[in-house]
């Protein structure tokens, strides 16, 4: 007789989607916050003062994002999500009444993004080390394919919201909007029950007990893994190569090939349906065979088809390709941080997580202008064939690494194992 229960799949888990509704309403927040701050520094400054005040967030974003994956791993990421939620909710409705009342000046604005980025720096790590405490790894991939879904709507989401609170209220209406949607999070989040890591009630006598010893442990370990090293040079060649091509790069492209704005939301558009695809794709289907391999064939792949965009003689044709890369990326992307989270140790989650986010939020921020420099110089085609190689050669040290090659996902667990942990509360 099985004795096995029945283990729902993720996209049918309470707890999965408590914390993917929490996370899509946080990510909404975002976009309308971002869009609010941008339309109050333009009523009291000029153009290149709205670039200062959207780019101040970033500064600490970047600088202090492996510190906050420290952070994650010593307290907990479930205590760090709901208290960083709760303080970017306290800064946004802050401001929101500042607005109110008063005609803040430029210097407010900027303090907000600063404290925004800050709070940032502690969230983005913490929210995307609890992936493995909700379910069990062999739901990861399911779990990253609802991830991205739920990114893929924020897009969608949140920038018209933000736009209709301005229009009826004002840059104070659409950031209480965000403020709410904060707000709306933080119950969901402090009702998940998450899972108990091996780790979890082991003693940390062997971790460095200051924060810089733990961050360098941290560091030491994604350097020396056999997998997670390899897949974070790898992104990170990828990310560098071909963000700076699907921002500015196609805004340039459009521009030149006189298809306007429309025509640049049109492939932009493209492009979100078919990551969409990929997600509901790895939301069902939840493990890929031969995921390793699969993962860099797809970046190969991508990154061309990214490539070939500036080479479509029509919008039609631009959005076919933009829907195609949309997929290929998707797969990749999702595969890569699936295997990621299944191979890094649970005391390690926090710091693997910062460390994967650093080159998108720190790095290829500061690379735009230089992308923007060379289409200028050079014209669109050739940036973005240079740009879509540097991404092709990031499968270069991921296909260098037999553990890479041979990586996979989690099976579902056999006869007689439950593969159901302790659970204990969000606050641990």
């Known amino acids: 007789m099985n004795l096995t229960p029945h283990r729902r799949p993720a996209y049918r888990d309470a707890t999965v989607l408590r914390w993917l509704t929490a996370y899509a309403l946080s990510l909404i927040g975002d976009a309308v916050f971002m869009v609010a701050l941008g339309f109050a520094a333009q009523e009291v400054a000029g153009p290149a003062q709205v670039g200062m005040v959207m780019a101040a967030g970033a500064v600490p974003r970047a600088l202090l ?31 929101a009444a500042a607005l109110t009342l008063a005609s803040p000046g430029l210097w407010l604005l900027v303090a907000a993004a600063v404290l925004f980025g800050v709070v940032d720096a502690l969230f983005l790590p913490a929210v995307g080390a609890l992936p493995p ?3 069990a790894m062999d739901q990861i991939g399911r779990i990253q394919g609802l991830r991205l879904l739920a990114i893929r709507t924020s897009w969608i989401v949140g920038p018209p919201l933000g736009g209709l609170a301005m229009a009826y209220g004002g840059a104070a209406a659409a950031l209480a909007a965000a403020g709410l949607l904060f707000a709306l999070s933080v119950p969901l989040l402090m009702t998940l029950r998450l899972r108990s890591l091996p780790t979890d009630a082991q003693p940390s006598s062997t971790t460095p007990h200051s924060a810089r010893g733990e961050l360098v442990d941290g560091l030491r370990y994604i350097r020396r893994h056999p997998v ?17 091509l699907l921002s500015v790069g196609l805004m340039l492209l459009s521009q030149h090939q006189g298809w306007g704005p429309s025509g640049y939301g049109w492939i932009l558009g493209a492009f979100g349906l078919g990551q969409a695809g990929c997600a509901t794709f790895l939301a069902v289907k939840g493990r890929v065979p031969r995921a390793g391999l699969v993962q860099n064939m797809m970046l190969v792949a991508g990154s061309t088809a990214v490539g070939a965009l ?23 992307g999702g595969l890569a941080i699936a295997l990621i989270q299944t191979s890094a140790e649970p005391r390690y989650l926090g710091r693997v997580t910062s460390a994967m986010s650093i080159t998108g939020v720190g790095l290829t921020p500061l690379s735009l202008p230089l992308f923007g420099a060379a289409i200028d110089a050079w014209g669109a085609q050739p940036v973005f064939v240079v740009g879509a190689g540097l991404s092709v050669l990031g499968a270069v040290p991921a296909l260098s690494s037999t553990a890479v090659r041979r990586a996979q996902l989690p099976r579902l667990p056999g006869r007689g194992d439950t593969g159901q942990p302790a659970a204990v509360s969000a606050q641990s």
């Open 228 to 244: 997670i090293g390899p897949l974070m040079v790898s992104g990170a060649m990828s990310e560098l190569g071909t963000n700076g």
């Open 310 to 332: 500036a080479f479509m003689p029509t919008l039609s044709a631009a959005m076919g390709m933009a829907l195609l890369s949309g997929l290929l990326c998707g797969m990749c």
């Open 65 to 95: 994002m492996l510190g906050g994956g420290v952070v994650a791993d010593r307290f907990g990421p479930g205590k760090v999500v709901i208290g960083s939620d709760t303080v970017r909710c306290v800064i946004v409705v802050g401001i």
């Open 133 to 135: 405490r909700l379910a």
